[in-house]
């Protein structure tokens, strides 16, 4: 990709012109580990469309530029964004900055927001920003979601790495297709039930028991739920998207695949299963449902985890043949 490119300057004084010349091919303007520029003024008589700013910690953030769509800050030690001038702003981009206070309510047009990685950074004002449809805000150490409920276009959202959040409110946002919840000391899900419109969930590295609420979400495609406390999987074969299923008896792994979209994702569930009795049930609910697999045990992944309680691990896969019936000679 070519980018409109500011690089370290040496002994030469920044001249406009000169960049003009070099550096200005298209749209786009990239400012990468530059600790020579101390203001973005130039940028009134370049009007890129896209300006990404990348560990450059001398500037005085102060712009104003009709022509900018898209703008990325990260890793600046930015700590306001009071001076964003930027009318047509569609996608802004903040995250691992020093944000403490964010002006959001001059943004009309914006449609994605990352605040991810400020950590107590108020985002008050996002409910003002109706228009959003995608929305970081991973590991901010967030203590609700209360101002996000007005953002009923949202479909992406990331709210991932805040231990402790309530989020209740996320059911009113009936609209998203994509959610990371990951990393937030979860206990209970109900709150899922209502999210209908769901294809991608991500609530892996949390401490939910049930997962009963799934069956409500016809079109979920897409579903990680590793290192919970899960010991009743039963609920997951209702979800009509499912076509591949691996099983291990400490951990549980699904391979799922979208029929639609015609499209294969993979996705992780690591849960204590506490007795292979659990698993040899899972297997035979597959069998009432008239799903036809085999069952094989991988020996070069077993001998890669044998600090698993000395776990097996089993493929169980869809083929046209017919299961044989199922016993505990199957597990040795």
């Not at 009936?174 to 109900?190: A, D």
Request: charged share 20%; hydrophobic share 40%.
């Amino acid at each position: 990709m070519k980018y409109w490119q500011i690089v370290k300057m040496q002994k030469y004084e920044l001249h406009i012109s000169n960049l003009i010349k070099q550096y200005f091919t298209n749209n786009e303007l990239y400012i990468y580990n530059d600790d020579k520029i101390k203001s973005l003024e130039f940028i009134q008589n370049v009007n890129p469309k896209i300006l990404r700013i990348i560990h450059s910690h001398k500037i005085l953030f102060e712009i104003n530029n009709c022509s900018i769509a898209e703008l990325n800050i990260e890793q600046c030690k930015l700590k306001t964004t009071q001076y964003f001038d930027l009318p047509n702003l569609i996608v802004l981009r903040l995250p691992n900055n020093s944000l403490k206070t964010v002006c959001l309510r001059q943004f009309e047009l914006l449609q994605q927001l990352d605040l991810s990685h400020n950590k107590d950074v108020n985002i008050l004002q996002i409910k003002y920003l109706t228009n959003l449809t995608k929305l970081k805000l991973s590991g901010i150490n967030l203590l609700n979601c209360n101002a996000l409920s007005t953002l009923t276009q949202l479909q992406e959202l990331d709210i991932s790495s805040n231990v402790g959040i309530d989020i209740t409110a996320i059911k009113y946002l009936i609209q998203l297709k994509m959610i990371n919840i990951s990393n937030s000391g979860l206990e209970q899900i109900f709150f899922i039930m209502y999210l209908i419109n769901l294809t991608h969930l991500e609530l892996q590295d949390n401490n939910i028991i049930s997962i009963a609420p799934l069956i409500h979400l016809n079109n979920l495609g897409y579903i990680n739920l590793q290192f919970n406390k899960i010991t009743d999987f039963s609920e997951i074969y209702y979800l009509k998207y499912m076509e591949m299923q691996t099983i291990h008896r400490c951990k549980l792994i699904y391979k799922i695949e979208m029929q639609k979209q015609q499209t294969k994702i993979e996705a992780v569930l690591a849960n204590k299963i506490r007795a292979v009795d659990t698993t040899l049930t899972l297997l035979r609910t597959m069998r009432e449902k008239r799903q036809h697999f085999t069952l094989r045990i991988d020996y070069k992944k077993n001998l890669m985890n044998q600090h698993l309680n000395n776990s097996m691990l089993f493929f169980v896969k869809r083929v046209t043949s017919i299961l044989e019936p199922l016993n505990q000679e199957n597990f040795q």
